[in-house]
Structure formats: C-alpha cells, structure tokens
C-alpha cells in the first residue's frame, strides 16, 4: 500500500466518521427551541407584533370590528374631548404575516359637526403615515422586548 492510498483511505475514513457523528446528533432527544421573537409570529392570521401594536395604537377609540384571522381593525368614531366638533373612525390592515414595513395601511376617515350635522372632511395623509409609523415602532419594540427576554 502507498503512502497515497493510505492517506487517502484516512481521509474517508475520517470523513465517514464525522458523517456519521453529525447523523448521530440529529436524532437525539433534544429539539431546537422555535425563536419567539422571529418576525413572523403567525399564531394568529397575521404577524403577532404587528397586531399587537396596532390594537395598543388605536386603543384611544372603541372597536368596532377586530379579526385577527383576516388582520382588520375597525374602530368606532371617536371624538377628542377637548375637540367635540370632530370625529375620528380608523382602519388598521395587516397584510402579511412578516414584520414589515408595507405590511401595515392605515385607512382614516374624519367628519366635522356643522350646523348640527356630521360632514365629511378630509384627512391629512401625514396622520395616516404617522399612525403607521406609529404602529412599526411599536411593533419592532414588541420584538426587540421578546429577544431579550
């Protein structure tokens, strides 16, 4: 036998050994632990952060609707006491099951009281944005808050 071949006949012999070693770890009792704070958290039908976030952001008005399968939220109209002549209704949408930054679209709708009655008004697209905004922060803060713990 050469010098060759008895090399090269320990290096597959080592080969084969760590092969099977590494075989011989995957079926062992211990399974990975899942990663909590994954950005997609789907026990729900859309991302746990996300809904989360979203339902401590519109939390100033009464709900409406709220279904988590289909990743809505409707609140009721809402009116500031300190500004009774105008009121506030708020659609949340979840569109994915990923913490991301176009998984979130805020829809609003703003009506004023004029001579007695509500009116449609419009609403300024930097309060929408800002709710999104809003709703991102919390949700990555809700992540960052599970990774630590």
Do not use: H
Not at 104 to 124: K, L, M, N
């Amino acid at each position: 036998m050469t010098a060759i071949s008895r090399s090269a006949r320990l290096t597959r012999t080592a080969f084969a050994a760590t092969a099977i070693a590494a075989l011989a770890a995957c079926g062992g009792p211990e399974r990975p632990k899942a990663d909590l704070a994954a950005s997609q958290v789907t026990t729900i039908g859309v991302n746990a952060y996300l809904w989360r976030a979203a339902l401590e952001t519109v939390s100033f008005a009464p709900l409406l609707q709220s279904d988590s399968n289909g990743g809505v939220i409707v609140t009721d109209w809402y009116a500031n006491p300190r500004n009774p002549d105008e009121r506030v209704k708020v659609t949340v949408s979840i569109l994915d099951q990923d913490l991301r930054a176009d998984a979130v679209r805020v829809a609003a709708s703003r009506q004023v009281a004029q001579s007695g009655q509500w009116v449609d008004a419009p609403v300024q697209a930097a309060t929408v944005q800002r709710l999104e905004d809003i709703i991102l922060t919390k949700a990555r803060a809700l992540r960052r808050q599970a990774i630590a713990s």
